[in-house]
């Protein structure tokens, strides 16, 4: 357990490294190609994403789980079989997008920009979508096998490459056009996703050639074992075949209402507004606040837990094979535990200083009401990302689309019931009742199957004193830095405060887990 924490722990530093040496990125290109080409990026990157959901069609999550099942029954073959017949199926997908993409780059240009000239930021991003299936392959089969360090690196080393391709040819080209800049940036995302497949493939090497096996796959009695062997695998490829197929298009269906739930709130949200009485220009503004400024802060920490319930998905696929419910029950309990320990130290420090922190990263305190209701709701997306690895670890993905699916539509109805009474606020709302539907759906779901509850009361227990402590010290230092240092700097020092805080927790825990009992 001690080792698995430690690579969670490195996998959490480099993903956390990567975020902010992405965020970082993402200022200087504004002001190093405009905000135009950044634009233009984004509209080319809707698609793009688009072609990669299809292309990798939920197969890494399935490798995810087979590796880990593979492993636990000491099955070499079974894992060399899913390792081809992945990378045939996302590679021979990937290849085939990417060509299409090529060959229909002009008439996109035309149909999302209605500039046959911007083909070339297409063009260049197009062999991107040949490689980042591929490369999901590679890391789920990490993931599998429980090496949490290499894909920590090559996700850094992606988010370098790209800063640094980036930002050293527009610093060397000067101004340029819009075609020109777009083109750069495109070709920066490649060559960031061709360094992290090439970091995460050497990894590959090396981890591949170490021994799997951890047990002997034992024949019927009175059977002969080289018999059953070779009987043996055209069931389990058809087995095989039937788990990707399971986790392909719930994986897929997950990622496209995903991106149609946030196109009609996109567009319906700033309708709603225009028909309550805002200008249009208003109604965009509020928009913003809402997913671009007040979502920013408080999701933040729910998009680093990805990193801490990394571990979880092999984990309990390893539990399903052996049938061990308990130990699937404690695993998901001690994620719940992990996830909080950042989730809800931060939701509390958002809520008392959400004004600070608006005014702080965005010059104004207009948000600060959004940014109260949804420090509310981040460390109920915790649990449902938890809740929704486990239910891909129990062999579950459909489960975990449909209540997925259920939350999109409830959060979709209440927005459009809300929003015209309570203004942006009742988008928030509506966002905060979908996600409690959906996260306890998903934990009495995960309970059915295991037939028994994991509790949530004991990891929120575990981890309420280190969040009050945080957020009492974090509010306590702003106060008393305030009026002396004014609000940026009080607030980078209450922000601090609360986190040696945390991490103080966070040491004294580990140093009493290694101390031996007496």
């Not at 988008?427 to 509790?455: C, K, N, Q």
Request: charged share 15%; glycine share 10%.
């Amino acid at each position: 357990m001690d080792e698995q924490r430690e690579g969670t722990g490195a996998l959490f530093a480099a993903h956390t490294a990567a975020r902010v040496v992405d965020f970082v990125y993402r200022i200087l290109i504004v002001r190093a190609a405009g905000a135009a080409a950044v634009g233009a990026l984004g509209v080319i990157g809707s698609l793009y994403g688009l072609l990669v959901t299809v292309a990798s069609a939920g197969i890494p999550a399935a490798v995810t789980n087979l590796t880990a099942e593979k492993m636990a029954r000491g099955d070499r073959a079974g894992l060399e079989r899913t390792l081809s017949l992945s990378l045939l199926i996302t590679g021979g997908m990937g290849v085939l997008l990417g060509a299409l993409l090529m060959a229909a780059s002009r008439p996109a240009a035309r149909l999302l920009f209605h500039d046959p000239s911007l083909h070339l930021p297409i063009l260049a991003l197009a062999p991107a979508v040949a490689m980042v299936p591929v490369s999901g392959v590679y890391r789920a089969y990490l993931q599998g096998r429980y090496f949490t360090y290499p894909t920590a690196r090559a996700r850094l080393v992606e988010a370098l490459a790209q800063t640094a391709f980036g930002l050293t040819v527009l610093a060397l080209a000067g101004p340029l056009p819009l075609v020109a800049a777009t083109t750069i940036l495109a070709c920066a995302a490649t060559a960031g996703e061709a360094a992290g497949l090439l970091s995460v493939y050497a990894s590959f090497q090396r981890v591949h050639s170490r021994p799997v096996l951890t047990g002997r796959q034992n024949p019927p009695p009175g059977a002969d074992a080289g018999e059953h062997r070779r009987d043996a695998g055209v069931p389990r490829l058809r087995e095989d075949l039937g788990t990707m197929a399971r986790f392909a298009w719930a994986s897929t269906s997950v990622r496209l209402v995903a991106m149609a739930s946030g196109a009609i709130s996109a567009a319906m949200i700033p309708a709603l507004l225009r028909a309550a009485g805002h200008p249009p220009d208003r109604a965009l503004a509020l928009y913003g606040q809402l997913g671009g400024m007040a979502g920013q802060i408080a999701f933040f920490p729910a998009t680093l837990v990805w990193a801490l319930t990394f571990n979880l998905t092999p984990g309990l696929s390893t539990c399903h094979t052996r049938g061990d419910t308990r130990a699937a029950a404690c695993l998901v309990e001690e994620s719940l535990y992990q996830a909080w320990m950042l989730a809800l130290p931060a939701a509390l420090c958002t809520f008392l200083l959400a004004e600070p922190l608006c005014r702080f990263a965005f010059g104004t305190g207009e948000p600060a009401l959004l940014l109260i209701i949804l420090s509310a709701v981040a460390p109920l997306v915790t649990i449902d990302q938890v809740m929704t690895a486990s239910l891909h670890g129990w062999y579950e993905p459909g489960l975990a689309f449909r209540n997925f699916a259920a939350g999109e539509v409830i959060n979709l109805g209440l927005t459009y019931l809300l929003v015209p009474r309570l203004g942006l606020p009742g988008a928030a709302v509506a966002i905060g009742i979908g996600t409690l539907i959906e996260a306890l759906w998903d934990w009495l779901t995960l309970a059915r199957l295991l037939g028994r509850r994991p509790s949530l009361r004991r990891p929120a227990a575990r981890a309420g004193l280190p969040a009050a402590l945080s957020g009492l010290a974090g509010y306590l230092a702003y106060e008393a830095a305030g009026p002396a240092l004014g609000n940026s700097p009080a607030t980078v020092l209450a922000l601090v405060t609360a986190t040696l805080v945390v991490l103080a927790f966070l040491c004294a825990g580990h140093r009493t887990r290694g101390t031996p009992e007496a």
